[in-house]
């Protein structure tokens, strides 16, 4: 079974500062790789993906992840963070069975705190 | 822009009431799930359903669990007889097929078990 590490609860840091939220996984096959971000009193919302192609992916508000195979990982990371940054932070993997189910198993989140 | 809404957003109540959790999935999606999160723990997986039946459930949802579909918009989550571990943010996702792990989800609902 796959499962997701997040290895930081909380990650406080200031505006404009770069940042980098970490996650790895453990699987045994291929898999699909995600971050979800959930602002205050919000649900969890997609921030971006990796299906297939190039291991770099981005999304439009400026954070970028990328997949690495060999270390199983999939880090989250931002050049300069604004207060609206502010919000827990999940990183979430789905296996690719030969005909499985494709349920995303989550991480435990990361709340990222910016401070100005 | 479409959205799972989830109702209500806070409940609590007493070891050993009923609890019913409503969601409303996005309207055009076929597969819907609802996970937990305990405070400070991780996102668990409770049950997928689709065509009007349970796909898959984890060990988490025993016998104290159901879901349905009861109206073709709603979908619900009971709880039969709550315990004090049931305490959680309990979310409805849905998504339109089942082949990326790409859910939608709700805001979730606050569940408190006193």
């Known amino acids: 079974a796959q499962s997701v590490t997040q290895l930081d609860s909380q990650v406080p840091v200031f505006e404009e500062a770069p940042v980098e939220l970490r996650c790895n996984y453990s699987s045994s096959v291929s898999v699909y790789l995600f971050w979800y971000v959930q602002y205050p009193n919000q649900g969890l919302q997609l921030l971006l993906k990796?299906?297939?192609?190039?291991?770099l992916v981005e999304s439009i508000n400026g954070f970028e992840a990328e997949f690495n195979k060999s270390q199983t990982s999939f880090h989250l990371r931002k050049p300069s963070v604004h207060i609206s940054d502010t919000a827990e932070y999940f990183c979430?993997?789905?296996?690719?069975?030969?005909?499985?189910?494709?349920?995303?198993?989550f991480g435990r989140g990361t709340s990222l705190i910016v401070h100005p | 822009e479409p959205e799972v809404t989830q109702t209500p957003s806070h409940q609590v109540t007493q070891m050993g009431q009923e609890v019913i959790l409503r969601c409303v999935p996005i309207?055009?999606?076929?597969?819907f799930y609802w996970y937990r999160q305990i405070l400070g723990q991780k996102v668990e997986f409770l049950v997928s359903?689709?065509?009007?039946?349970?796909?898959?459930k984890s060990e988490i949802f025993d016998d104290q669990f159901s879901v349905e579909r009861p109206d073709g918009s709603n979908f619900t989550l009971k709880i039969r007889s709550t315990k004090l571990e049931d305490s959680a943010m309990y979310f409805c996702a849905s998504s339109v097929g089942r082949n990326t792990g790409e859910l939608f989800f709700g805001e979730g609902s606050r569940l408190t078990v006193l």
């Open positions: 990796y299906l297939s192609g190039s291991t």
């Open positions: 359903f689709y065509n009007n039946e349970i796909s898959e």
């Open positions: 309207s055009n999606h076929l597969y």
């Open positions: 979430a993997v789905t296996l690719i069975p030969s005909g499985g189910s494709y349920i995303p198993t």
